[in-house]
């Protein structure tokens, strides 16, 4: 180091002597290139502000499930308006779009406007940027061949031979993720109202929703990060994969003739000149003609099969026929904050490993759309709208119902509290979303596998938690002053319920990183001998049994794989059926 100064040192002598030997110095008027050398160094210096703003805020993104969420969005808000002012020239383009006049239903046309055409980041953006670097991350380790459905490998290396190379390919992107949701998003009935308790008090929500209703009653954010949903719900998280991936994706519904309302039926992935059908309630994209490969949506409305063969006979019918999709509204899953200049120019500025989708160009994506046959119009989609209302309202009356707010809390304080075994339970969570399944032993951060394993606290253990005063220090547990035994008895009977609901919770997630891992035998061992123990049953069975299935799929156990199938008591009962008659048809024969 003092070497290099004295060099350092050295140099600069050495040009101001060769400067005055030249008459360089003090001879000219040098004021031009001094103020060139200054804006230069401006530039410079405003470019380095410009990237550390940014670096900040996909710095605050990627760790935001540890930090304060309300002071990690003013901080991230802060970081993107610095950006913004020093980008001031380069502010994008653009207007209110026409097809944001279809939101106006739920939310007026004034709101709308402001809400697009604002040029300040507040905080309420952070929750779109948060969602589309989560999703972002997904995409990059999901979109791999280990995680093909083998239903479709053959099918779809046949594929660019018919449609071309790039739709090919985007259509297998969106198979992979489509796959993952069904996996991932473990599968609920559209309406859980009537699972509510009958004393647990109902908001009074607008547009006619009710408590636990379809689609609304969680967020996008929600569904991913908590790992079930219905069927609205998984096409939610869905189509926000296949934007991230750069997949043209929307929900078609019918709409009545009598009211007009639209009933969603299944996703629609635009690849080339054709849509092609993934059915979320289903969990199977829907097969085409000769049940080979994904039907278009051309197919479903010409060939009658495609349809027919939805029924499974002596269990289940299909709801809709080949003429009941003859139209479609095309549902474009965005929000009004990507439709705004705002995000467009923010969305131009990163690059590299920050880029992530955060603007739609829904008046073009809608054009595109439009020109398809079978499409009788495109809207956005209210439905992430109606459940940011739903989340807004219901904790309206966490505030003010103490029992409200228990029911609405608890269910997930496992996941979402601020305890230690919550916390330990989102990193983990985190983790395996973005991908990091081992631990980095360079940076010292443990991977998803470690995290779920240390939520894995012995039966036994959890058992003696009441009587082993040693073992409730070890967790922090202490009987607080004029605290009676029996309500602190009561207290650790809550606290063991919870440690069983979190170690189950993590053991089918560490399963299911197993699967995407590749580690197909491992993965079923955790299914079937652990997630599906009798003794340890959880809300996780369904989604274990299915998943099972499709371990034994990959080690060509099908009598197996069909068997599991074909159980009665999976939600999914319908869409499992199907697609145990495809495993026969595929590879029984």
């Given at each position: 180091m003092l070497f290099a100064k004295k060099f350092a040192l050295g140099l600069a002598q050495v040009l101001t002597v060769t400067l005055l030997a030249t008459g360089m110095v003090g001879c000219t008027d040098d004021s031009d290139t001094i103020r060139r050398i200054q804006t230069q160094r401006q530039i410079a210096l405003q470019k380095q502000s410009q990237q550390d703003h940014l670096g900040e805020t996909v710095s605050l993104l990627s760790q935001f499930m540890e930090l304060n969420e309300e002071k990690a969005s003013r901080q991230i808000s802060y970081h993107l308006n610095q950006w913004s002012q020093a980008n001031a020239a380069?502010?994008?383009?653009?207007?209110?779009?026409?097809?944001?006049?279809?939101?106006?239903?739920?939310?007026?046309?004034?709101?709308?406007?402001?809400?697009?055409?604002?040029?300040?980041?507040?905080?309420?953006?952070?929750?779109?940027?948060?969602?589309?670097?989560?999703?972002?991350?997904?995409?990059q380790w999901i979109d791999a061949p280990i995680r093909d459905d083998l239903l479709l490998a053959d099918w779809l290396k046949e594929l660019p031979k018919e449609i071309g190379e790039d739709p090919a390919l985007q259509l297998q992107t969106a198979a992979r993720l489509f796959d993952w949701t069904i996996r991932n998003v473990a599968a609920e009935p559209l309406d859980s109202s009537e699972g509510v308790p009958p004393q647990v008090p109902r908001p009074q929500f607008p547009f006619g929703m009710k408590l636990e209703g379809p689609g609304y009653r969680?967020?996008?954010?929600?569904?991913?990060?908590?790992?079930r949903g219905d069927a609205l719900q998984r096409a939610n998280v869905f189509t926000a994969l296949c934007q991230q991936a750069g997949v043209s994706a929307a929900v078609l519904a019918t709409q009545s003739e009598d009211d007009g309302s639209l009933n969603p039926w299944a996703v629609?992935?635009?690849?080339?000149?054709e849509i092609y059908l993934f059915e979320t309630e289903l969990g199977?994209?829907?097969?085409?003609?000769?049940?080979?490969?994904?039907?278009?949506?051309?197919?479903?409305?010409?060939?009658?099969?495609?349809?027919?063969?939805?029924?499974?006979?002596?269990?289940?019918?299909?709801?809709?026929?080949r003429t009941d999709?003859?139209?479609?509204?095309?549902?474009?899953?965005?929000?009004?904050?990507?439709?705004?200049p705002r995000m467009k120019k923010l969305q131009s500025g990163l690059t590299g490993d920050r880029r992530m989708t955060l603007y739609m160009d829904v008046d073009k994506v809608a054009k595109r759309w439009d020109d398809v046959s079978g499409i009788a119009g495109v809207r956005v989609w209210t439905m992430p709208l109606l459940a940011d209302i739903y989340q807004a309202e219901a904790r309206r009356m966490v505030d003010r119902d103490p029992l409200f707010s228990f029911w609405f809390l608890s269910r997930w304080a496992v996941l979402e509290g601020e305890d230690e075994m919550a916390k330990n339970l989102t990193s983990g969570r985190w983790q395996h979303l973005t991908g990091r399944f081992a631990d980095d032993e360079i940076e010292g951060i443990k991977g998803a596998r470690t995290r779920y394993l240390e939520q894995r606290a012995p039966e036994f253990e959890i058992e003696d938690l009441r009587i082993n005063v040693?073992?409730?220090?070890?967790?922090?547990?202490?009987?607080?002053?004029?605290?009676?035994?029996?309500?602190?008895d009561q207290q650790l009977q809550q606290i063991q319920m919870f440690m069983r609901l979190g170690k189950r919770t993590a053991t089918h997630w560490l399963a299911l990183v197993q699967y995407d891992d590749g580690r197909f035998e491992t993965s079923g061992n955790w299914f079937g001998k652990r997630v599906l123990d009798e003794e340890q049953m959880s809300m996780w069975e369904d989604s274990a049994r299915y998943s099972l299935a499709r371990t034994k799929e990959h080690s060509?156990?099908?009598?197996?794989a069909i068997e599991l199938l074909k159980d009665e008591r999976t939600v999914t009962g319908h869409g499992n059926?199907?697609?145990?008659?495809?495993?026969?048809?595929?590879?029984q024969e």
């Open positions: 380069k502010d994008a383009d653009g207007g209110v779009p026409d097809l944001a006049s279809t939101l106006t239903e739920v939310v007026p046309e004034n709101v709308v406007r402001e809400e697009i055409l604002r040029g300040e980041f507040r905080p309420t953006d952070v929750s779109v940027l948060r969602d589309a670097y989560l999703f972002r991350q997904a995409v969680q967020t996008l954010f929600q569904s991913i990060w908590r790992g629609g992935v635009l690849a080339g000149d199977l994209p829907i097969p085409g003609p000769d049940q080979v490969g994904i039907a278009t949506l051309s197919e479903a409305r010409k060939e009658p099969t495609v349809m027919r063969r939805l029924d499974v006979a002596g269990f289940y019918d299909y709801p809709l026929s999709i003859q139209q479609s509204v095309a549902l474009l899953n965005t929000r009004m904050e990507a439709m705004s040693d073992l409730q220090k070890r967790y922090g547990l202490r009987r607080g002053l004029g605290i009676e035994s029996q309500q602190y060509g156990n099908w009598e197996e059926r199907l697609r145990a008659r495809l495993v026969d048809k595929s590879f």
